[in-house]
């Protein structure tokens, strides 16, 4: 079935897109509720039970090749231009030091290793690897004493909040908010590109952005993806974050982020620090709160990293002639949010829909008799996003996210289970390249100026 390429044009209303950044800031504790109450509309027998099991598959394996004929969008991309080693190579290397040599390189973070990751979630990173080729340097640092990858080799402990350097973290974000305490200082000591672990790639990130970063005929210094719930385009998510070395706005970012976090172990309370009094809060309708069981006080703790980029980026400071919005609006690339939830958007953040038509055969099936459903989503993620950006966030009973299915013990490969639309995606994600070019969205800043120093609380 050939299915004609389209561009997606996002015209949900804004209270949809405040869902759909809370689904990548939430995860569900209850399965038994969240399966007797289903996320959205679907079919309530075609859930899979939900049991969550941290458990590691012993090894890593790749989808076979599938079967590809040409299609709208797409092409083939040479092998030559692919990383050639075996899962087990490219292990390997990602689990020894590697020295900076450029600023092209891919950082992301797992505090407890490597080794510990899901094996999907290793899959991605594999992914990465290959898809890049030798320019691009992908590192996955820890938090682990001894550790060949401990983010303490490449950055000074200075860099870090008391509770990250003595261990000292609580509660069950641990995690998610280490991630945040090394992400900027790891851009700004050595430029690159952050990437969540939880990312699959789809477009090689000189495409994505890092061209028009590169390149001294453009203005800009620092990429990210809208979160749409801000018309103006001037909020990014900080699952992805693309940074020249020594950027100021990244310098910034980390040190009131390391000030709201001075004296705490967890994020409790961080909304309501001093430095965030007049930044705007994420506020979900009340009729939401009550529907998907969201925390608005939890939700704005817990996403105390953007609320530091707020300011910032609201913020001017004559005493370094620093302003927030007009360095925002001249310097920042900003992509849709398609470009990383476009999966959630199809699906309607409804996770067990996408699971379901992942899982749905493709290669045994005659090309006219295949699922439409599930080969529009696949065709659409191939050819009209940059990634894939599956997230666990912070604790709830109702919505159901791919990662928490994915997660399970039982369905460890159902990303690459042979013949399925999810080993195509897989497949297709390394091996597959866009026709389309990517442009910046226009940025026009809102919510205000803040007229202070950089750490200067004012009322």
Known sequence: MAIPVRILHVTLPWESFYLIFASALICFINPAKALSEPAISAPQENYVKIQHNRSMAPIIRSPAEPVFTEAAGLVRIPASLLDPRSDAEITSQLL????????????????????????YVKRNIIGWVRRLGPEWTVRVLDHVEGSPMNVEHYLDRTEFHDAFNNR?????????????VVRLPLLFHYGGVWLDVGTTLFRHMDDICWNAIEDPSTPYEIAGFATATHPGNDVIMNGFIAATKGNL????????????????TDCTGVRNHPLLRQVQKVDFPKEMQEKFDIDNSLMNDYVGH???????????????GFNGPEYWEKHAYVLSIAETFLAQIICKLD?????????????????????????YLVHQLLSNASTMKL??????????NLSKIWDMQEHADADITPGTYAAFLRWGSVHLDQTRTLKSLPVKCSGGIIKAGVLEAVE
């Open 96 to 119: 020894r030091f590697q020295p900076v040599t450029s600023q092209k390189n891919i950082w992301a973070f797992w505090d407890t290793g490597f080794s510990q990751m899901r094996p």
């Open 168 to 180: 000292a973290m609580t509660g069950p974000y641990v995690g998610a908010h280490s991630g945040d």
């Open 249 to 264: 706005f990244v310098r910034l970012w980390h040190e009131v982020f390391l000030e709201v976090w001075r004296g705490r």
């Open 306 to 320: 953007t609320l530091a980029f707020n300011r910032v980026r609201m913020l001017q400071d004559e005493s370094i």
């Open 351 to 375: 996770g067990q829909r996408q699971y379901d038509l992942l899982a749905m055969p493709r290669d045994s099936v005659k090309e006219e008799d295949r699922d439409p459903d599930a080969e």
């Open 391 to 400: 997230s666990h966030g912070i604790e709830n009973k109702k919505l159901v």
